[in-house]
DNA sequence: CGACAGGTTGACCGTTATCAAAGATCGTGG
DNA sequence: CCACGATCTTTGATAACGGTCAACCTGTCG
């Protein structure tokens, strides 16, 4: 039930052409040249709840993300679940294994209902060596990327509980919007598992933090940030 | 005293070219696509404890190492150090910043007298631009790292210490030597900060291994590893 | 030979995981 | 639209893991 027979039949004319335009990667192309790269692409649609991918998959494509939401998490080697990253409409997926002969190292999820354009391996490749602007996009993309997850590693190697996720909430501050009042982008037993925790630990830390009148919860996700130096000198 | 005037005049002659045919991101190409990369590349040379670029340095160059040992290093929000990775002759650094206006967020420092060939921003986009696959290399090679990066960040974020270091001395194993004897590739003070934790703790879990018979210290950094099977169940 | 960085060992204690159980919230089907 | 179950969230008690500090040892290099 993975692909998508159930969403009409424009999935494969009008999804893609919509998708492509907006992918940060490709929306500097002409459009003679985007319909080149339309002409290779296919839209799949999963299920909220289904796999896009799992670990050790041999990956051949990469992913658009089109509508929905798509989580992105791996498994530890004792078992444990770590949610990485989570893609909006516009970000892609597909990683390493685009680029070398290896198998996905992490799993993909659909949050929601989710529809995907898919670009195989080969045709991506001869596309790339075509139209090398689009390598640098990527590249640009890649290396945002990687300096994330060292960041993240980083924080994980040497920062307390309690700092990464006051840092967590910082970075959730929307700086268009000086509203001071942040919606969560995930449950809090997700949020745990993205910042190496558990769910009690976070529950009792927003508790803390409260009480020392940094933040207060309005409702399970909505948090408003009232003394931003307060967060930001726990460490 | 951080560019080559120490070194012969050859520098700027004969290291680029040994140090381009030797990286895998160029050796594919042609000799004389070569010569043109030789020609927008210059060599640098740090001595032993110097410090190539620091996080908030604006980043305008590609390095390669040619010669000697870089480690990359990041410090927390809260001042503790952790190394990322340690270069070695034929890998590059430069990341984020090459392809994105932004600084460094990480530091390189020489671990030992070093010399790096550096291409300038400019000239790397215009030769990615006219040699696509060399994109191709570093776009495989970026999402390498960034496979790295992310297990590390899993690791940091659900295994406790114990396990990462075991997991550490089992990567060290050679696959082509059957030796089962393993030079740790830094010093204890380093594979603490590697590994997010202290010189202490690696120290005290280390004589665990021992204890249990899993391995032998032989000297300060020769491990011979008794029982794989032992280790692999640390976790 | 002395100095200094790296490494080890011991005692202590803070942080956070774990287990258990109760309470809140969400989605689903009647 | 409500009721039910499943899942998420909170709260409490407990203990282990690992960081910190201090002292001492060891090897290396000038």
């Given amino acids: 039930m993975s692909t998508g027979h159930n969403c009409s039949h424009d999935c494969d004319v009008i999804a893609p052409a919509g998708c492509i335009a907006r992918v940060p ?3 500097h192309l002409k459009l003679q040249e985007m319909k080149e790269i339309m002409a290779v692409t296919d839209s799949v ?4 709840g289904e796999i896009i991918y799992r670990a050790g998959d041999r990956s051949d494509a990469l992913y658009i993300v089109s509508k929905g939401r798509v989580k992105i998490y791996r498994l530890s080697e004792s078992g444990k679940e770590q949610l990485l990253r989570t893609l909006y409409p516009g970000d892609f997926t597909g ?3 685009l680029f070398s002969e290896t198998t996905h190292e ?5 949050m929601e209902d989710t529809r995907l354009c898919r670009i195989r391996r080969a045709d991506l ?3 790339l060596l075509k ?3 689009v390598s640098l996009r ?3 993309e890649f290396s945002r990327r990687l300096e994330e997850a060292e960041k993240q590693a980083t924080r994980f190697a040497t920062e307390k509980v ?3 996720l006051a840092l967590f909430l910082i970075e959730c501050l929307d700086p268009e919007n000086r509203a001071n009042e942040i919606m969560l982008p995930m449950s809090k037993k997700d949020l745990a598992s993205y910042l190496g925790t558990t769910p009690e630990t976070i529950s009792r830390k927003l508790y803390e933090f409260e009480a020392a009148g940094y933040i207060k919860q309005k409702s399970n996700k909505k948090i408003a940030i009232l003394d931003l130096e307060g967060l930001l000198q726990q460490r």
């Fill in 25 to 27: 990667i490709f929306n």
């Fill in 45 to 48: 649609f999963y299920r909220k």
């Fill in 95 to 97: 990683e390493l294994a």
């Fill in 106 to 110: 992490a799993y993909a999820g659909a």
């Fill in 125 to 127: 490749q001869r596309l």
């Fill in 131 to 133: 139209y090398p602007s």
């Fill in 138 to 140: 990527i590249l640009a």
């Fill in 162 to 164: 309690e700092t990464r």
